[in-house]
């Protein structure tokens, strides 16, 4: 299967600074890639979707401004947390999937989990 | 819009007990469906598949047979091993550019 690289896996940082996490395609290009924040024993909760080339689509309650998404080139997508707070503190996850294709399985990065101090 | 619905957990079985997760879905048109796993602190991996109706997708042990008549996709194992302990989504395809829809994952933990 397509694989899709996350970094880092971990990172902890103090209040009030930025954080930036790398979700790439390794052996597909991908128009679209999804980011999704997940507390702990919860389900996925979509944040947005990060289009190449464009603005990202944010869910509803998702701040545009404290969660920056780029996606400047089709293997790479970036999800920055700026100023943050320890609420913020969450295991982020990014998937994409073939482009075009019908009915299409995602592939999971391995997840970051932040921690804001 | 589309949905899926999953038991809710925790499951807690002995080693060896026989798995079912439960999954039932709503969509329109003919979706593909995905069972996933997560590992503690880990992404989600793909666990199994089926792309149209009466298909069974079938890995590691695990089998989940696609009933449009029923709208379901029920996980199950014969064996399970206390490694198996994860959570387990049911998800449904959009196209590649639309997210999949998932369920809200099942914690099983599996006691030696």
């Known amino acids: 299967g397509a694989v899709v690289s996350q970094h880092p896996s971990w990172v902890i940082c103090k209040s009030g600074t930025s954080v930036k996490i790398e979700c790439r395609s390794l052996?597909?290009?991908?128009?679209?890639m999804f980011w999704y924040r997940q507390f702990p024993k919860q389900s996925l909760m979509l944040m947005a979707t990060?289009?190449?080339?464009?603005?990202?689509?944010?869910e509803q309650g998702v701040e545009k401004d404290k969660f920056l998404i780029n996606h400047a080139s089709l293997t790479l997508s970036t999800l920055t947390v700026t100023s943050a707070h320890p609420e913020d503190s969450s295991f982020y996850i990014c998937?994409?999937?073939?482009?075009?294709?019908?009915?299409?399985?995602?592939?999971f990065g391995q997840g970051t989990r932040l921690t804001v101090v | 819009g589309d949905s899926v619905t999953q038991m809710e957990g925790p499951v807690t079985l002995s080693e060896e007990a026989f798995l079912t997760i439960n999954c039932t879905y709503t969509?329109?048109?003919?979706?593909?469906l995905f069972w996933y796993v997560q590992y503690p602190g880990e992404g989600l991996q793909l666990l199994l598949k089926?792309?149209?109706?009466?298909d069974k997708g079938s890995n590691k042990g695990f089998e989940a047979t696609y009933r449009k008549e029923t709208t379901s996709f029920h996980l199950e194992k014969g064996s399970v091993q206390v490694s198996d302990s994860a959570v387990y989504f049911c998800?449904?395809?959009?196209?590649?550019?639309?997210?999949?829809?998932f369920g809200k994952g099942t914690r099983l933990s599996v006691i030696a």
């Open positions: 969509a329109t048109g003919y979706p593909s």
């Open positions: 089926a792309t149209k109706a009466d």
């Open positions: 052996d597909f290009q991908a128009t679209t």
């Open positions: 998937s994409a999937s073939h482009p075009g294709a019908m009915n299409t399985e995602a592939f």
């Open positions: 990060s289009n190449e080339g464009s603005k990202a689509t944010y």
């Open positions: 998800a449904l395809s959009g196209t590649g550019n639309t997210p999949l829809v």
